[in-house]
Every structure is written in C-alpha cells, then in structure tokens.
C-alpha cells in the first residue's frame, strides 16, 4: 500500500483560479511533512514543510499548506495560480524516528493563460 | 551558493552494460542521499550517506547497484548489470546534516534509458 498518497495525477486549471492539491500518509505518529516542486526543465527544490506549531504554513510564491492530524492530511494550496506555477508537484512525509523522505507519486499542474 | 552537481545529465545504455553515476553535494553538506525516480512514481531513497559512512541503504538492490562516498564529499552509484527496470532519473541531493529538520537540496538528476 502506497505510504503518501496524492489523489490527483493531472489538474488542469486556468490563471486566477484556486488551487487545492491533496495529499494524506498512512502514519501514525509524530510526522513531518513536505511539499517538493519541480518546474520545467529544473530540480526538486522545497515549496514548504511543517514540524511542530500552527498546522497552517506558508511557503514560497504564495503557496500555503494544512496539516490535519485528524485527517492524515496535508494538502497544499494557492488562492489565485499564474501560468508560471506550471509544473509537477510532490508532497513527502519524514516519520519520527525515521529520517527518510518517502514521496508521493505527485501531482502534474498546468495552468493555461 | 552552487548547488548538487551531478553527471552525466543523460546516459544510454543497453541491458547488462554498466553505468556510473556521480554526484558533487553541497559544500560542506555532511549528508548525500541517492533516489530513483521511476516515470509515473515519487522519488524513492536508494542510499543515505553520513559523511563517508553509509546510513541507510535498505531498499538499494545490492545485487547489481553500489555506491560510495569516498572522503565523505562526492559519490557515485553503479548499476552492474542493468536491467530494462533500472530505466529512471537518478537523483542525488545532500543536507547540511541528517536531522529530521534538515532540508534536503536536490540535482538536476541523471536520465537513464536502459535498451
């Protein structure tokens, strides 16, 4: 059973509309979590992650994410995409204990002008 | 600040050949890490190096892949033979140290095709 699960392969969305991309684990425990971006052509560089402390983080561009313990989930999102948000998109869980990233399978965004 | 080094950026090669992988961390970053990225997949960790030590090498397939880290700096993983399965990018990217708070910063990746 996939340990981080991302619900969407593909999302298709025009400029200014909102974003929410899901992401949950199948960790119990204590859990840090992370979301990757990989634009076009570049590498895996860190939009946001959460340790300890308010479940709502901000990231770089804008991006926001929501921990939900309850839940097991950390979904990321954006009020208004631009074209240049194109890309794909990993969400990534380290489990207490255990320094080891394990990613999902991530999500591919286009966002057409 | 230069980021993770890696070469070749793409490399073919047909099935049972050898490759090499190499990769240049961040200076002064004590933690490299090896992932493969199957098409379609997230990137899942080969090899956790501490320094030159070896801290998690639990899901590399030891039969046919190595790595090593020489002097605790650059590395390089080794596919002896490949497989038609063995065709991903390779990713490499190293932490300052190997706390669960520690980002970890990537490469560009080398692109394998195995024929």
């Known amino acids: 059973a996939q340990s981080v699960s991302q619900h969407n392969h593909h999302v298709i969305l025009s400029e200014a509309a909102s974003l929410e991309l899901g992401c949950n684990y199948s960790?119990?425990?204590?859990?840090?979590l992370f979301w990757y971006v990989q634009y076009p052509g570049q590498h895996l560089q860190l939009l946001l992650k959460?340790?300890?402390?308010?479940?709502l983080v901000k990231g770089i561009k804008g991006f926001e994410a929501e921990f939900i313990k309850s839940k097991f989930s950390f979904n990321l999102r954006k009020p208004s995409v631009q074209w240049s948000d194109t890309a794909e998109y990993f969400c990534a869980v380290i489990r207490g204990g255990y320094n080891k990233l394990i990613f999902g399978a991530g999500t591919r965004l286009a966002v057409h002008p | 600040e230069a980021g993770v080094a890696q070469s070749p950026r793409y490399k073919i090669i047909e099935k049972r050949q050898s490759v090499a992988f190499w990769c240049n961390p961040i200076?002064?970053?004590?933690?490299l890490y090896w992932y493969q990225q199957i098409l379609g997949q997230g990137p899942k960790l080969l090899i956790q190096f501490q320094n030159n030590g070896v801290v998690d090498d639990s899901q590399l397939p030891k039969d046919r892949f190595s790595a090593e880290r020489l002097k605790g700096v650059d590395s390089t993983l080794k596919i002896q033979p490949a497989k038609l399965e063995d065709s991903a990018v390779y990713l490499c990217a190293s932490s300052l140290l190997a706390g669960l708070t520690d980002t970890q910063y990537f490469g560009p990746g080398t692109r394998l095709t195995v024929l």
């Open positions: 960790y119990g425990g204590t859990v840090n």
């Open positions: 200076s002064g970053h004590a933690t």
């Open positions: 959460y340790f300890s402390g308010d479940p």
